[in-house]
């Protein structure tokens, strides 16, 4: 055997996944995960925003006056 420790790794995982299939197996409630990447996407979005203002200005908004 080359890899005894990919060997090792591959069967648990494959005891793992058979294992899961079976009608005794235990259910195992999923895990919440929290959002890594939220605040890093909120401020890509913000630099996107004012990069997009710079190269296309918004067009100035129509002022209608009332006589």
């Known amino acids: 055997m080359e890899f005894p420790t ?4 591959a069967l648990d995982a ?5 294992n899961s299939a079976r009608p005794d197996a ?11 990447l939220a605040p890093t996407r909120q ?5 996107l925003r004012r990069l997009a203002d710079r ?10 006056r009332c006589s």
């Open 6 to 9: 990919g060997y090792v790794t």
């Open 14 to 18: 494959m005891n793992r996944h058979v």
């Open 26 to 36: 235990p259910v195992q409630a999923d895990r919440q995960r929290r959002p890594l």
């Open 43 to 47: 401020v890509t979005a913000v630099a």
């Open 55 to 64: 190269i296309q200005p918004r067009p100035m908004p129509t002022v209608t």
